[in-house]
DNA sequence: GCCAACGTTGGC
DNA sequence: GCCAACGTTGGC
């Protein structure tokens, strides 16, 4: 069982909409970053991704799962590529920011910090643990 | 909106 | 195969 953590601009795609897209969940497609592609590549049905927004917020908002695993990305012309689909789990009840991860001495070696342009990437259970009781505290 | 960091492309 | 030029991402 792996974690893993989804980056996304809530301009583009957001957390509610991944909502509205209900149990049988949408596509994660867009990836365009051979390290990413080859993290999408790894992702088994049923294990569980943190969602962050990017850009605007700079937070995990919330917990979606694979319903499907990584097949060609129809929105790559040069079939390079590979998107896999996800359907959404639960919100955090309090957003954990980025700068709260910089801050956590514990969990700042993330790639989310040392790799910042990296977009979808594996967390360490500890890591996750961390970060999911973060965003229980209200 | 800027720009640093990083990834990709293409000429040689 | 190297590396300069260029494009993109994402934090600030």
Redesign the pocket.
Known sequence: MTYWLL???PDVWSIDQQIKAGSKGAVWD?V????ARNNLKKMKVGERCFF?H??IG?EIVGIVEVTKEAFPDKTDKNNKFFAVQVRFVEKLEKPVS??SI?KNKKISHLK?I??????VMSIDYKSWKIIYNMGKIK
Do not use: H, V
């Not at 365009?32 to 390290?35: C, E, L, P, T």
């Open positions: 980056k996304s601009e867009g365009r970053n051979y390290q962050y990017s850009n700079k980025l700068e910089k989310l040392t790799q910042s342009r990296l977009s």
